[in-house]
Each structure stands twice: as C-alpha cells, then as structure tokens.
C-alpha cells in the first residue's frame, strides 16, 4: 500500500487511526509494523502512540488544541498594562510623542518589565484588552472639568425645566468657516500611484452660523466677511422672524456674543430671547458643533467642487438638506451627552 502523508489529514482523522492503530497491537497482538504498513503511514509513526497510550491510557491519543507558546505576559502584567494607557498619554511616561502606537507600548513594556514583544504581538494584545485604535478627541488644557460637569449635572437640567415651564424652545448655535480646499477623504487607487482628484483651483472661503434643538428644529445661514457683533445682531433678528416663540439660545463665549450690543438686543426682546453661555473650551457641550462636523465631513470633503461651481450655493444645499432632514438633527443631541438626548 502506498505511503500516505498523515500531516495533510484533518485531526479528527489522524485521532481515528491513532486509535485504531493502538488497538490492534495492544488489544488483537498484531505487530506495530504490519499495522502501520496496512494504514499506510509512515512505519516510525506508531510507537509514540503506544508509548502514550501505555503511559496515559487511549485519552492521551484524542485529538487536542494546541496550546502554543507560553505568553511572555502574566494576566496581572496584561492588566497592568491596559490600566497604563486607558485614560492616559505616553507623555506622562516621559514619551515625547503624545499618541499611543504599537511601537510606543512595546518600549513601555521593555522599560516596566524587561520583556521584548514584536508589533505584532502588541497588535494581538491590544486586541484581547478590548483596546482599539481610534481618533481622538481634542481638549484643551484650559478646559474645566468642574464647569463642564455643572453644566451637564445642574445648569442644563435646571434651563430644560425653566423651558418646559416658560414653553420656551431651546436652540444651540454656533459658527464655521468652510474652504474649497478641504482634507480629502481616503480613496482606493493602484498601490505605488497616488490617486488624483480633479477639483477647482480657486480658492473660495465662506462661512455660516446655524441653530439647532432636540426636537428637529434647524435655522442657517451663509456670510462672508468678519463675524462681529453687529453682524451677530443681524442674525438673531433673522432668527427670531422664523415664529419660534420664546427661546433659550445657547452659545459659547466668543467675545460678539457677550458683547454689549447683543446685550441690549436681548434685552429689547422683553423675554422672548435669552442668551446662556456654556463652559469655556467645552464644543463637545454644543451639539451645533456636530451639524459642522457632519456638513464638513459630507461635503466638499467628499464631493469636491465641480468646474466654477460656487462653494457658497454648495454650501447653502448642504445646509437646506440638513434642515430637511429633522431625524439627522435630532441626531446631534445624542452626541455629546445623553443629558440633551431627554428634550
């Protein structure tokens, strides 16, 4: 009988001669090598099986998963190092890049425990942690923690009352800049070339200040030239022609909003307009802040401005088709804090 390679077998097969073969020759007393010679295997392969079988019984010829090599961590050291970079930045370890990356985590695990890992086996570890590669968030070092936690856990809850009890609507709202030369999204292209993307090359800004409630409610418009208060006027003039009652407009501290001039305006509107401020360097309390993020990312960042096409007309589209779409706005509260996700 020809030879057969027992390597290309699956294992519950291999398991199924195994134990086929050492029941022949320690059960029917037929010889070692007539048994492997009639399976076909190669002659030396039986003896280790009965070597086992002797010594640990048939259990020791059934199949089992590989265990692999011993892993250079402990469970503890595993833990320890998922607790190093969970809320923290190589540069409290004395890194000068502020990112995590396999390279940085595999030379803190030399430096705390002298073990040497490949990228590779950091890239699995990572894995197991449940730790993900992910874009961050930016915060500024002059963001207050306790203020931002006010806001969310008394202030805000504390406006949401006075507006059920006034009727009155709350809105959110903010400004951007848009460019006709935004950062591109990824693409796919033949690896080596570097795919090309005809757009315009004129060079045209505009921006745009726009209002936003839980409730779907949405109001944009478009300008060129400086935002300052008198133009900031100008807008809530605009906005309060819309019929929307008495409103609680919350916007950051840009210095055109707490300017005296708006002061007054507010004023003259005897209660039907009132100005709340959110904690200073806190954008991710505005959920404004995501209609930019949305109307960016979607945009020209994804559809590049066509030959002579204007980026304001596009810009005004976007915008229309985000206030068309009250299930996306409502969308934005849900973002940056499960607090505004309750209107």
């Known amino acids: 009988m020809a030879k057969q390679d027992g390597r290309k077998l699956d294992h519950q097969s291999l398991e199924t001669l195994r134990i086929i073969a050492v029941r022949r020759v320690l059960e029917d007393g037929e010889k070692p090598s007539e048994v492997i010679r009639s399976l076909g295997l190669c002659r030396t392969s039986i003896y280790p099986w009965l070597r086992a ?187 309060r022609r819309g019929g929307r009652g008495k409103v609680f407009l919350v916007v950051d501290g840009h210095p055109s909003h707490r300017a005296k001039a708006v002061a007054a305006y507010v004023a003259s509107c005897r209660g039907d307009l009132e100005l709340h401020f959110l904690p200073p360097y806190a954008p991710d309390l505005n959920p404004d802040e995501f209609v930019w993020q949305y109307a960016k990312t979607n945009g020209v960042a994804k559809r590049p401005l066509a030959q002579n096409e204007s980026l304001k007309e596009r810009v005004l589209r976007d915008l229309s088709a985000i206030k068309a779409n009250s299930k996306l706005v409502r969308s934005f509260f849900c973002a940056p804090s499960v607090v505004y996700a309750k209107d």
């Open 53 to 239: 079988a002797r010594k640990k019984g048939m259990e020791a010829l059934r199949m089992r998963k590989a265990t692999g090599p011993k892993p250079k961590l402990t469970p503890r050291q595993c833990q320890q190092v998922r607790r190093w970079i969970i809320g923290k930045d190589p540069r409290q370890y004395g890194f000068s890049f502020g990112l995590w990356t396999r390279q940085i985590v595999a030379q803190l695990i030399e430096q705390k425990f002298g073990i040497g890992l490949q990228l590779t086996a950091v890239g699995r570890l990572l894995a197991r942690l449940e730790i993900t590669p992910q874009k961050p968030l930016r915060r500024a070092y002059e963001r207050d923690p306790v203020a931002v936690a006010k806001w969310v856990e008394e202030d805000y809850p504390r406006l949401r009352q006075r507006a059920c009890k006034h009727g009155a609507t709350i809105f959110f709202l903010d400004e951007a800049g848009f460019s006709s030369e935004p950062n591109l999204g990824r693409t796919y292209g033949l690896k080596g070339q570097t795919p090309v993307v005809r757009t315009t090359g004129q060079r045209q800004k505009v921006n745009a200040i726009s209002a936003v409630s839980a409730r779907g409610g949405f109001w944009s418009q478009v300008y060129t030239g400086m935002f300052n208060a008198g133009r900031f006027v100008t807008f809530l003039k605009d906005f």
